[in-house]
């Protein structure tokens, strides 16, 4: 089955940009999401991409995808402290299940 | 995108009982599913609910232990059964909406069980 990776933890400073990778195992997905889970709240859409795209831009968020890599990232640019939280990327299966990485926690220093 | 209520939105159970939780959502929509978060952890899917049918139970998930009711469109419980300590978690129901929307999460119910 699909195996979808993530670093655990990441640290920024406030004003830098940050960077969260993924990188999983099926080419085969058609959509890749990016949640955002704050403490003690659900999950919150935060951007998607298509496979045929290789980078997405919305406002400070930037997607990019490298296909052959099999590498997803999103990039925060101007990190604010109300940014951290746990960053989940999420490949759609052919079953359209979502399958979660095991998130990446981002904490913003100010 | 759909909102979805999602309730309890945490409780604390004695080992041994069970807990319904239910998520209501405010449009008709044909895919429901259910997500353990286990403390620390990812998201792992425990179901599918369909509409008029049974569940289809991802390995490693018995309906034994997590009876789920789908009786329409907007509707759907989870139940853990008989519980231990090990069913402390963060329980989450989503709805797929349009694909370039990605799927909506509910509020989630966060279970502790002493």
């Known amino acids: 089955g699909e195996d979808v990776e993530q670093s655990l933890f990441l640290s920024v400073r406030e004003g830098d940009s940050s960077v969260i990778n993924c990188t999983y195992t099926d080419s085969s997905s058609t959509y890749l999401y990016w949640y955002k889970q704050e403490p003690g709240a659900g999950l919150q859409l935060l951007t998607y991409i298509f496979s045929n795209m290789d980078m997405k831009q919305d406002q400070r968020l930037t997607v990019l995808l490298n296909k052959k890599d099999k590498h997803l990232s999103l990039r925060i640019a101007d990190t604010q402290t109300g940014d951290s939280a746990i960053y989940f990327c999420?490949?759609?299966?052919?079953?359209?299940?979502?399958?979660f990485g095991s998130g990446t926690r981002l904490l913003v220093r100010p | 995108s759909a909102v979805i209520s999602q309730k309890p939105s945490r409780d604390i159970c004695q080992r041994g009982t069970s807990l319904t939780i239910q998520c209501q959502v405010d449009?008709?929509?044909?895919?429901m599913f259910w997500y353990r978060q286990q403390p620390g952890q990812s998201l792992t899917l425990i179901a599918t609910?369909?509409?008029?049918?049974?569940?289809?139970?991802e390995s490693g998930f018995v309906i034994d232990k997590f009876p789920i009711s789908r009786p329409n469109l907007t509707f759907s419980t989870l139940t853990v059964s008989n519980m231990s300590p090990e069913d402390s978690s963060i329980y989450l129901c989503?709805?797929?909406?349009?694909?370039?929307?990605?799927?909506?999460f509910g509020s989630g119910t966060r279970l502790t069980v002493v």
């Open positions: 999420a490949l759609m299966d052919s079953s359209y299940k979502l399958i």
């Open positions: 449009s008709q929509v044909t895919m």
């Open positions: 609910a369909n509409q008029g049918s049974e569940a289809t139970y």
């Open positions: 989503s709805v797929a909406g349009p694909l370039n929307y990605g799927y909506t």
